[in-house]
């Protein structure tokens, strides 16, 4: 069973910087699109960063020139590099993907389990 595997969450002062990292579980073919995604306590999941196979990326505009998300096709894995971290990004981050696990074509939806980030002094 492939899953996504989220970490680098933690306990970070206003300020601060973190970086998440996730990748698949087990044999990928191929993904396409990868994305960040995050829920804060009694709020909805919502968007934060995506970037496509070939590097084109969209950012939540709370989040602009601060958060950078990259990607390493080589090892199937996409980064978020958070700086300027505020209160108001405390959440569960997840990880999102469209991934292939044959030649066929077909890709499916996954998501992670979700990383902790909190902001706070």
């Known amino acids: 069973q492939v899953r996504l595997v989220e970490s680098g969450g933690g306990l970070v002062q206003p300020g601060g910087s973190l970086r998440l990292s996730c990748a698949p579980s087990?044999?990928?073919?191929?993904?396409?699109?990868m994305a960040w995604y995050r829920q804060a306590p009694g709020k909805q999941r919502e968007f934060v960063a995506a970037?496509?196979?070939?590097?084109?990326?969209n950012y939540r505009d709370s989040v602009k020139g601060r958060f950078t998300i990259s990607r390493d096709n080589a090892k199937n894995t996409v980064y978020l590099q958070m700086n300027g971290l505020k209160p108001e990004d405390t959440a569960v981050y997840f990880c999102?993907?469209?991934?292939?696990?044959?030649?066929?074509?077909?890709?499916?939806?996954?998501w992670g389990q979700g990383t902790q980030v909190t902001v706070s002094s």
């Open positions: 999102n993907a469209d991934m292939s696990r044959t030649s066929s074509g077909h890709y499916s939806n996954y």
């Open positions: 087990g044999s990928i073919f191929r993904i396409n699109a």
């Open positions: 970037i496509t196979s070939g590097g084109s990326t």
